[in-house]
């Protein structure tokens, strides 16, 4: 499904809060590679980019709106020389789009500077901003980010122990957190006790040095190998000594966003085990299974439904196409569309092969439906091109209820399967038929063989870290309350 590419409008689908990289070398340009990580990670974010660098004495950060090439050239990459780099891409939920919500959040322990960068959202920092302005801290955004930069440098000054700040601070936020750290000398990893946003390890080789990224495909793109996940509720330090791990908070039942594998990592990432590519392939064959269709040709929306239209072909004998082209130098924009541009909707993104699909009765393979609207606009643009009949299948399960965990979905009244039966949405989008891939299938196809249990809230609302009472599920059931 098509995001907007249009600024300010309401995204129609789950959009990822961030991504963050972190480096450690003593022989390498950190903030190059830092830079280069980024940019692997670009489609977890796109509305901000920053680099912070420790360099033994003090830490710099530059930051900005948008993409990271915007952001960076040589002569800002020339800037930043150190041996710790932290990294961070954003898309904008808590805290608006603004310089000041660009990450890395700086804080100062006396005359030491730190940089945090942060994918997640946490669920408890109106009450820790409070305590901490009656305290005296001053904040630049209004971001829960930069809540806990500021947590970590506060308990630091009081215990003088980065690596003590860092645990008392991850004993009192709660939500989801993936987060990297600079100080002059060390760079910090670490993830909330149930582990919900990933967060993996690498090794430069050559004992160059070690990386931290969002998603392995981070890793692969600076020639880092893979040595394993952050553990949920742990702490990972690297310094000139080297590498050391602390298990600050118990680790909770693990609940990796499921969302991950469908739609926001990119397909050649490994996430707790799981290739992201293969797993889509797999719920397109769960699909074929538990929803089969009479049809002559299985196409993907690209990118993310690529996969599992494949897989969908696979396991139903139908024969796959490609019958939908992506202009892949269409995305997130400062540039203002013209109202005539607006009136193409998604045509201006993707544009559909009617060479391909005319006469053809085609099953459509998308990742998700949150309000629907884009659904509908691409089931009218492919009967446009000539299919006589179009059957929508989506690789998760109904979207019934918002993320509190990093990734906006908006409010319940906005989400379409919360609002409409089965029948209903059909009828909205205008396709043929509509079908969904259960619960039990996504699990399987994500590896539920392996025994792991996952964050699947935004299905289910059931979810797993508890929600302040000041923050009740009700209250972002319906836009402005
Ligand atoms: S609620 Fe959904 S999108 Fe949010 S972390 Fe859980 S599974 Fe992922």
């Keep these: 499904m098509a995001t907007s590419i249009f600024p300010g409008e309401a995204p129609d689908r789950p959009e990822e809060e961030c991504a963050v990289f972190g ?33 033994g004495e003090t830490v710099t950060v530059t930051k900005d709106l948008g993409l990271v090439t915007q952001v960076f050239d040589e002569s800002a990459l020339a800037a930043l020389k150190g041996r710790v780099a932290v990294g961070h891409c954003r898309y904008a939920t808590s805290g608006g789009a603004s310089w000041m919500s660009a990450q890395p959040h700086m804080s100062a322990i006396d005359e030491v500077l730190i940089a945090l960068a942060h994918n997640g959202t946490l669920v408890n920092t109106n009450s820790i901003r ?38 008392r601070a991850m004993e009192t936020i709660e939500g989801a957190y993936a987060m990297v750290l600079a100080s002059p000398t060390a ?46 509720g742990e702490i990972i330090r690297i310094n000139e000594t080297g590498i050391s791990t602390l298990q600050a908070v118990q680790p909770a039942e693990p609940r990796g966003c499921i969302f991950e594998y469908v739609y926001f990592a990119r397909p050649d990432s490994v996430i707790d085990g799981q290739s992201v590519y293969q797993a ?29 239209a494949l897989g969908y072909a696979e396991a139903s004998g139908l024969e796959f196409t490609d019958g939908i082209v992506k202009n892949r130098y269409v995305g997130r924009t400062f540039i203002q569309p013209t109202q005539e541009m ?20 085609i099953v459509v393979i998308d990742d998700s439906i949150v309000r629907g609207n884009t659904s509908k606009q691409l089931v009218s643009m492919l009967r446009a091109a000539g299919a006589i009949e179009v059957h929508l299948r989506i690789v998760s399960p109904e979207v019934m209820w918002p993320c509190f965990y ?18 209903e949405m059909c009828a909205f989008i205008g396709c043929d038929s509509l079908a969904f891939i259960s619960l039990a ?41």
């Design 187 to 232: 760079l910090y990893a670490f993830r909330d006790p149930h582990g919900i946003r990933p967060l993996c390890l690498g090794k430069l080789p050559g004992d160059r040095g070690w990386v931290v990224s969002s998603e392995t495909c981070g890793l692969d793109i600076v020639g880092a190998e893979f040595v394993r996940d952050v553990n949920p």
């Design 406 to 423: 990093g990734i906006d979905t908006a409010t319940q009244d906005q989400l379409i399967a919360a609002n409409m039966t089965n029948e």
């Design 280 to 308: 889509r392939r797999a719920m397109g064959r769960v699909l074929a299974r538990e929803a089969p269709v009479d049809a002559d040709l299985v196409l993907g929306v690209p990118d993310s439904g690529v996969p599992g």
């Design 342 to 361: 607006r009136q193409m909707g998604i045509r201006i993104k993707l544009n559909p092969l009617p060479s391909v699909l005319r006469g053809k009765r």
């Design 23 to 55: 480096v450690y070398s003593q022989t390498d340009d950190v903030a190059r590679l830092t830079c280069f990580g980024l940019q692997a990670l670009q489609h977890r974010g796109q509305e901000s980019a920053g680099i912070a660098v420790g360099d």
């Design 441 to 481: 299938g996504l699990r399987e196809a994500c590896g539920n063989a392996q025994h792991k249990t996952f964050c699947e809230a935004c299905f289910t609302g059931e979810y797993p870290v508890a929600l302040p009472e000041s923050i009740t599920k009700t209250a972002f059931l319906t836009k402005g309350e």
């Design 130 to 167: 409070a305590d901490l302005i009656a305290k005296g801290v001053q904040f630049r955004s209004n971001t829960d980010s930069e809540v806990a930069c500021q947590v970590i440098g506060y308990v630091t000054r009081e215990t003088h122990h980065l690596t003590d700040g860092i645990q």
